[in-house]
């Protein structure tokens, strides 16, 4: 099984929340999600993708500075399912957002990462 599936985006009010979803159905390659870092990165037009927070296959929470205090990232293992838990959203958090697995490298690097999911679109405005 080497499937991501994001979901959980939409159209939002600055302040209000929302949750995302990452679900790997039968786990990743026989494996359950724990077995890999997992991470959140987002993505405007025209710019690069950057990381949003990360959680490593033993449960250490990473995140940027531009969500500490806002975002959250969670897992729940028996269901294959990764979550990034947002709240107080600006229109600055507007992107695609992807979840990724990886098994190396630093949780932060975008270059770490061999498995992708295909983004759910987060859209921040008045």
């Known amino acids: 099984q080497v499937l991501l599936v994001e979901s959980g985006g939409g159209l939002v009010q600055p302040g209000e929340s929302l949750r995302l979803s990452c679900t790997a159905s039968g786990g990743i390659n026989g494996y359950n999600i724990d077995y890999y870092n997992m991470a959140w990165f987002r993505q405007d037009p025209g710019k690069e993708r950057e990381f949003v927070a990360g959680?490593?296959?033993?449960?250490?929470?990473y995140s940027a500075d531009s969500v500490k205090d806002r975002f959250s990232i969670s897992r729940e293992v028996a269901k294959n399912t990764l979550y990034l838990q947002m709240h107080n959203l600006k229109p600055e958090d507007t992107a695609v957002y992807y979840c990724a697995a990886s098994t190396r490298g630093a949780i932060i690097s975008i270059t770490s990462y061999e498995l992708w999911g295909q983004g759910t679109q987060v859209t921040v405005t008045s």
């Open positions: 959680i490593t296959w033993g449960g250490r929470e």
